[in-house]
């Protein structure tokens, strides 16, 4: 089933916000890093693991989701985060270090937790899998409604922590479904090295689940996929495993000259670049104008840039504040 | 002997009954682990609840260690408060992610805008010949790592009340019990921990050290079964005309400085006994604790008696040797005093 | 493939003697335990995890092994030891915890280590695996002959650990079979309880390698699977997942009262038992007559009596003797 | 300035040296971990040696920490040395149990028959807002568990001598260096740490403490990047009369106390600096293991400038007021004395 015109706007407007953000946040992370580059200067330091190439898995979707439905997200999270309705004011702001960011600046760009529409993430590979399932077992034991959907990198696939989630997911039939932004690359290391398969999806067998496959980063063709298992889910028919083949567009994390990747790989990529090739389908399709394309990217920018102006603009948190908020209040 | 109101319960009682009681007046505390189920645990804590609660509360779970207790910390977060089991703490080395870099971080991330309301409980401590993957206490290894509460029974009366407090808390607690106190037969038995315990719900205070016998001529500082080893000492060095004080720590996290700090002042005298590995671990932290605040107090260098840096072997002669008990702790004081 | 008339006596000698050194240590794991069991007394305290019913998988297996070959074993190790030839004296020392013992009392019944046979084992479930993989990766990489097998109950399959190897394993395309021994139970959980699938060796399919289960704990095709499996190690063909439905005839631990179990299964077992039946085929099939069944029996039951007698008699280790061996001399 | 004979080398190129070097002369070196191929590893430390040894000895993993640390020991048991990588130490909870209850012991279990040697390289510490899953060092997790040694070079001198002692130990041995002083540009760099190495290979003895400055008047007691802090601090008490003895502990297993307690015998003062978490871990420890054997030699009470029992903050200002560093070294000299 495609996604409805309505849909398809608030995906593109999702996208174009997401890569608009991250454009905003690798100008920004130069800052104070020249003519030398220390990770630990500028207004943006530590590392940055941009999202540019993967909006259509995030889009394709929390385009099913509710508020209260819960996503864990990886390390590489601003897009997911966007696409899950994450405050972008706040989360800017906690990129930046700040005391209005989402924690106050204690966690930032790896450490995006957002209450009010059940958003987390993790530094650590494969780690959300397990949150993402006690959330689906929480919401089945207390009757509430919402579905949890855990977001990982094709490298997370082969760690034992993902192994486990699935089995308990599926052992216990929850509402539960597992994405796997399959970009072919764990930093330098190829997804053929380092995976004894070709393709995930296949490993849902090991669980006794569906699993599905969506080539060529399509965000129309994700939409479809994601909406069946998330429905599956919803429905009480247990989880589902969705490997989705994107493309990662930046390096590993800013900073990383890729000299692993095969001459010719990212350029190749850049020409199927996403969102330009939305954009052209919805033309096509009729399904957008001109007028109102210009319109969607007019105001995610506007919304991207009032969120680095928040960020910006906002304090630094208190130093000694970094005692706080250890335990709960 | 039993006095008429008295109720003495195991240790491994007193904490299904706190787990009981809760659950019967908060529909969210939920039981997860290897085993709790119709085994009841292995070291019996859970005994009973299934019958009880049924199996959507009370869940066994598959030998998936970071899956279960990274799948608590979602729940927690989701308004859930779940109790997990570790079986043996030796295992934590499979899922420690699970447990210091995300049960104990998220509300730290979080800015404190997640709760994570959950006990994880573990079985700690050897004496029994199970050998080096299962007879650790490693409380030094989850005592350093911020952003969970510890906390470890001598006695069936803190059992209840800490396990109530955890229960209760809206941040993660890791509740250690000591197999050789569980009052499970097959293991032996340490009478001093089957006490008295009140039918009726209660909390103790997390963070709390209590005295456990009074004394002037020095302090012996301990937690779980070395509380009891600490006792018998004490009792012998009453015997030669010397009046130890016990202090039994309770928590770990947050650890009672003041408390020990006082009785040290008092006795000028401390001796630290560990049943965990003596290195980098609790017995080094409580002498820094009280040196660091202050040397004048102290009449003789203090003592540590805790478990040397090697694996725990099998043979009960060579366990038997590494493991602190009473005598151990007599001979320090006279080392101290030789001196 | 059926085993040869000499293996099939290997293989019997072999499962009487463990299951003997397993009635031996049964009995004498109660000395001193009674009236009032605890566990800390007796000539062998400790936890104490007999193998009887599963002795099949052992000998199929360790039929095809050479003393070369790599063996990880489990909590459950005798009989995979004895079929193994680790020396029966210094095992049954060690399980005494004497200064004879294999490691000189450090280890006991959890922990048989014997390097001449290439034999190791942990009281942690799946630990197994990285190890046996990582010995197949050496003897690709030294170029030297031997295989590696993991062996590990049916529970250890749902731990991360067991995943992350069997993907190394596959990737890396090594000389290593994992044989699971399905006995259904992990301690009082069920394998219906536990994991997603019915059956495990499905799961090979998440590592692109052959996945074969052997029913009926019969030594005969458990022979012939791990042969096939075996062979293909040692040609360089990769990895392989084995299978095999097993009968755990004793309690998980000694002590275990077994309440869990459904009413008759285990009768239903006994009646199975793996070591009448295989006399009686080989009987029945002449390839063996009652004199030599007898004559094996009686061969097995005196290496058990000495091996138990060499434990009792050997001394303890000094008490002091705790302290060494802790790094490599 | 560089002097004429002079090879200064950064930790990071000290390390690849060593291994390098051991790797041409023994054919059962090899390495193995995520990002250590074409990458040459995060932190430069295994750049170079994929094009001269190839990828059959230079082995990219998939991200399954458990199973190729568990592969290194069965690998090291069947007689290779491997080198494994954790990229970031942080990282430990996935696979803590192949490193503490496995690599750690099998040489234990197999009462010796089993030799284990390996070395696992791990990267420890923050400072560049990397926040809390990725600045951590938990030193004190690690050398508090028995059967691995630990090491924690401060400069590139000691970081190729360490690593040739590691790669020939047959025990297995924990390598953890600072991100702070690999002399990687972009995480800025400690110049202290990027010193002259001799080309010939040479291997330092492992559990030998170093003094790195010889003084009177007090001993801090660091290591890592905290050394640079500590001479950083007793440079500034120079200029104040004072004269501060600094410690390099280079090894945490085994621990060198004797060095420290003769310095702290000649001193009377001690300060411990160390980049992990305060509470039981290495602060605690080093003062531990001085007063229990000779409270009469301090004048006063021993401090220690630690991390606070806190997750690390992203924020720089938060991140930095959580940092040991020179000034609250200097300032706990203050505080020691004005006492
Ligand atoms: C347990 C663990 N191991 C290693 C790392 C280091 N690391 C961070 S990102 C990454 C690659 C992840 O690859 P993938 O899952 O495909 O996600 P991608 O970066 O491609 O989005 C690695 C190895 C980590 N964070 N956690
Ligand atoms: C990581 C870990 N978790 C839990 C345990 C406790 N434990 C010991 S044996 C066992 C059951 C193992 O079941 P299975 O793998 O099927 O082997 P079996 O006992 O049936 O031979 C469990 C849970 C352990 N030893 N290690
Ligand atoms: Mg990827
Ligand atoms: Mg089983």
Redesign the interface.
């Known amino acids: 089933m495609s996604p409805t015109r309505d849909e398809q706007h608030w995906m593109y407007r999702m996208m174009v916000t997401s890569r608009r953000f991250e454009e905003a946040i690798a100008k920004i992370y130069f800052e104070g890093k020249t003519p030398?580059?220390?990770?630990?200067?500028g207004p943006i330091?530590?590392?940055m693991h941009l999202s540019d190439g993967q909006e259509p898995v995030a889009v394709g979707v929390c385009a099913h989701l509710e508020p209260h439905d819960?996503v864990?997200a990886t390390h590489r999270p601003h897009h997911q985060a966007i696409a899950k309705g994450v405050d972008l004011d706040r989360m800017a702001a906690?990129i930046f270090?700040?005391a209005t960011?989402?924690?106050?600046?204690?966690?930032?760009?790896?450490?995006i937790?957002?209450?009010d529409v059940?958003f987390?993430c993790?530094?650590?590979?494969?780690?959300g899998?397990?949150?993402?399932?006690?959330?689906?077992?929480?919401?089945k034991?207390?009757g509430k409604p919402g579905v949890?959907v855990a977001f990982v990198g094709e490298?997370?696939v082969?760690?034992?922590?993902?192994?486990?989630?699935?089995?308990?997911a599926?052992?216990?039939q929850l509402p539960f479904v597992c994405v796997i932004e399959d970009n072919a690359w764990?930093?330098?290391?190829s997804k053929r090295?380092?995976?004894?398969?070709?393709h995930n999806h296949?490993?849902a067998?090991?669980?006794?689940?569906p699993g599905v496959r969506v080539e060529g980063n399509d965000p129309y063709a994700i939409h479809a996929a994601a909406g069946e298992a998330i429905a599956r889910a919803r429905a009480g028919e247990g989880p589902s495993l969705l490997e989705v083949e994107t493309f990662r567009l930046a390096g590993h994390f800013m900073?990383d000259a890729e000299?692993?990747r095969p001459e010719g790989e990212k350029d190749a990529l850049f020409a199927r670049d996403p969102i330009p090739a939305m954009r052209a389908r919805m033309l096509d399709e009729g399904s957008a104008t001109e007028a109102e394309l210009a319109g969607i990217e007019a105001a995610a920018a506007a919304r991207v840039d009032a969120a680095i102006a928040f960020a910006r603009e906002s304090a630094?948190?208190?130093?000694?504040?970094?005692?706080?908020?250890?335990?709960?209040? | 002997m039993t006095k008429p109101n008295e109720r003495k319960l195991t240790i491994a009682r007193a904490m299904a009954e706190a787990v009981a009681q809760e659950m019967r007046i908060d529909p969210?505390v939920?039981v997860m682990g290897e085993d709790i189920g119709a085994l009841g645990g292995v070291y019996g804590n859970t005994r009973g609840l299934l019958d009880e609660f049924g199996t959507?509360?009370v869940?066994d779970?598959?030998i998936?260690?970071?899956?279960?207790?990274?799948?608590?910390?979602?729940?927690?977060?989701?308004?859930?408060r779940?109790v997990v089991e570790l079986m043996f703490v030796d295992f934590f080395g499979v899922c420690f992610?699970?447990i210091y870099?995300?049960m104990a971080k998220?509300?730290?991330?979080?800015?404190?805008?997640?709760?994570?309301?959950m006990v994880l409980m573990t079985s700690t401590g050897g004496g029994y010949s199970d050998a080096g993957q299962h007879s650790q206490c490693v409380y030094g290894t989850f005592a350093h790592l911020?952003?969970m509460?510890v906390v470890a029974p001598s006695n069936a009366y803190d059992a209840k009340g800490l396990m109530t407090a955890a229960l209760r808390?809206?941040?993660p607690v890791v509740y250690m019990y000591h197999k050789g106190l569980q009052g499970m037969g097959w293991l032996g038995t340490e009478p001093g921990a089957t006490v008295h315990v009140p039918e009726e719900s209660y909390a103790l205070e997390i963070g709390k050290a209590k005295i456990a016998r009074a004394g002037s001529d020095v302090t012996i500082v301990s937690l779980g079964i070395g509380v009891h080893h600490a006792l018998k000492a004490a009792a012998r060095l009453a015997e030669q005309g010397v009046s130890a004080e016990v202090v039994d720590l309770v928590s770990l996290v947050p650890l009672d400085r003041e408390t020990i700090r006082a009785s040290v002042a008092k006795t000028g005298r401390l001796i630290v006994v560990d049943e965990d590995y003596m290195s980098y671990g609790v017995s080094g932290e409580i002498i820094a604790s009280v040196t660091e605040h202050d040397i004048s107090v102290l009449k003789a260098a203090p003592k540590r008696v805790a478990f040397p840096d090697v694996p725990i072997p099998f043979a009960r002669v060579m366990e038997q040797f590494c493991l602190p008990d009473p005598d151990k702790i007599v001979a320090a004081w006279e080392q101290m005093t030789a001196a």
């Open positions: 030398v580059f220390n990770m630990a200067k330091p530590g590392e819960v864990t906690e270090g700040k960011g989402l924690s106050g600046g204690r966690g930032g760009h790896m450490h937790f957002d209450a059940n987390a993790s530094g650590i590979i494969a780690q899998m397990g949150p993402a399932v006690g959330a689906a077992l929480s919401r034991m207390q949890a490298g997370a082969n760690q034992g922590g993902w192994h486990e989630a699935m089995n308990l599926a052992v216990w764990g930093i330098s290391v090295a380092s995976t004894a398969v070709a296949v490993r067998a090991a669980y006794g689940i900073g000299g692993y630094d948190p208190a130093p000694e504040d970094a005692l706080t908020r250890v335990f709960a209040a | 969210t939920f959507e509360r869940r779970t598959p998936s260690e970071t899956a279960f207790i990274g799948a608590a910390v979602g729940a927690a977060q989701d308004g859930m779940p992610d699970a870099n995300l998220n509300i730290y991330f979080s800015g404190g805008s997640f709760r994570v309301p911020p952003g509460k808390d809206d941040s």
